[in-house]
C-alpha cells in the first residue's frame, strides 16, 4: 500500500519518530554526568535541526561530531545556567517559606519578592529553551549567546509559547498519563520543537539583530 511507501507522509512520520526516540538515548546517556547536558542537548538540536530538513545522514555520528565539537561552549553555559537554576530554586523555596509564615505587610513585602524571582525564572527558561539550539545554529561568544537566546526568546513569543507547549506537554503525559513516553521525551521535543526553530534561527542569524556576530 502506498501509505507505507518510504517517500509516504506516513512514514517520514514514522521515521522522524524513532529518529526523536533514538536521538532521546543518546541525549540521554550522555547527560548522565550531569556537567554534559549543555553539550548533549546542544548535539540533539544540531541532529534535530538536520532532520527537520530532511538532512539527517548517520544519526550517531552526526551526534557524537556536535557533541565533541560544542563541548567546550555548550557545558561553559550550562554550567553558568546550572548555578542560576540553584539559585533561583533556593530563593523560591525561601521566599515560598517566609511568605507562608508572616501576614499583614511582611507577607505582601515577601510575595512582591517572590513575584520578582518567579518573573526571574520565566527568564531562565527562555534562556534554556533557546541557547543551545543556538549555539547548534550560530558561532558567537557566550555573552551574545546568552543575550540573543533571551532578546529571540522575548520577541519571538509564538515560537516560545509553542515550544515550551510541546516540552510540557510531554512531561504532563509523561507524569500523568503515559510514563513509558518518556522512551521518546527530549528527543522527540526537539525534532517537533526544529520545525519551528530551524526557519526561525536560521533567517535571524542572516540578520544584524538580534542574533548578532561580536567581532
Same mark, same amino acid.
Request: net charge neutral; aromatic share 14%.
Given at each position: 500500500?502506498?501509505?507505507?511507501?518510504?517517500?509516504?507522509?506516513?512514514?517520514?512520520?514514522?521515521?522522524?519518530?524513532?529518529?526523536?526516540?533514538?536521538?532521546?538515548?543518546?541525549?540521554? !546517556?550522555?547527560? =548522565?554526568? &550531569?556537567?554534559?547536558?549543555?553539550?548533549? +542537548?546542544?548535539? /540533539?538540536?544540531? %541532529?534535530?535541526?538536520? *532532520?527537520?530538513?530532511?538532512?539527517?545522514?548517520?544519526?550517531?555520528?552526526?551526534?557524537?561530531?556536535?557533541?565533541?565539537?560544542?563541548?567546550?561552549?555548550?557545558?561553559?553555559?550550562?554550567?553558568?545556567?546550572?548555578?542560576?537554576?540553584?539559585?533561583?530554586?533556593?530563593?523560591?523555596?525561601?521566599?515560598?517559606?517566609?511568605?507562608?509564615?508572616?501576614?499583614?505587610?511582611?507577607?505582601?513585602?515577601?510575595?512582591? !519578592?517572590?513575584? =520578582?524571582? &518567579?518573573?526571574?525564572?520565566?527568564?531562565? +527558561?527562555?534562556? /534554556?529553551?533557546? %541557547?543551545?539550539?543556538? *549555539?547548534?545554529?550560530?558561532?558567537?561568544?557566550?555573552?551574545?549567546?546568552?543575550?540573543?537566546?533571551?532578546?529571540?526568546?522575548?520577541?519571538?513569543?509564538?515560537?516560545?509559547?509553542?515550544?515550551?507547549?510541546?516540552?510540557?506537554?510531554?512531561?504532563?503525559?509523561?507524569?500523568?498519563?503515559?510514563?513509558?513516553?518518556?522512551?521518546?521525551?527530549?528527543?522527540?521535543?526537539?525534532?517537533?520543537?526544529?520545525?519551528? !526553530?530551524?526557519?526561525?534561527?536560521?533567517?535571524?542569524?542572516?540578520?544584524? +539583530?538580534?542574533?548578532?556576530?561580536?567581532?
Amino acid at each position: 500500500m502506498a501509505i507505507f511507501s518510504y517517500e509516504s507522509k506516513f512514514s517520514q512520520i514514522v521515521l522522524r519518530i524513532t529518529y526523536g526516540c533514538y536521538l532521546n538515548l543518546l541525549w540521554f !546517556l550522555t547527560s =548522565i554526568p &550531569i556537567i554534559t547536558i549543555g553539550a548533549s +542537548t546542544t548535539a /540533539l538540536y544540531s %541532529v534535530a535541526f538536520k *532532520v527537520s530538513r530532511g538532512e539527517e545522514g548517520r544519526i550517531g555520528h552526526q551526534f557524537f561530531a556536535a557533541f565533541k565539537s560544542n563541548f567546550k561552549q555548550a557545558t561553559t553555559l550550562w554550567l553558568i545556567l546550572l548555578v542560576l537554576g540553584i539559585v533561583l530554586g533556593v530563593d523560591v523555596y525561601v521566599l515560598t517559606r517566609l511568605r507562608l509564615a508572616y501576614t499583614g505587610a511582611l507577607a505582601v513585602f515577601w510575595t512582591l !519578592l517572590l513575584a =520578582i524571582v &518567579i518573573a526571574a525564572c520565566i527568564v531562565y +527558561t527562555v534562556e /534554556l529553551m533557546y %541557547v543551545f539550539p543556538l *549555539v547548534a545554529k550560530v558561532e558567537n561568544t557566550n555573552a551574545a549567546m546568552l543575550k540573543n537566546s533571551l532578546l529571540i526568546g522575548t520577541h519571538y513569543l509564538n515560537c516560545t509559547i509553542v515550544v515550551f507547549a510541546i516540552h510540557f506537554a510531554m512531561f504532563f503525559v509523561a507524569v500523568r498519563l503515559f510514563t513509558p513516553i518518556l522512551v521518546f521525551g527530549e528527543g522527540l521535543c526537539a525534532v517537533a520543537s526544529s520545525y519551528l !526553530l530551524d526557519p526561525l534561527l536560521t533567517a535571524l542569524a542572516t540578520k544584524p +539583530t538580534p542574533v548578532e556576530e561580536e567581532e
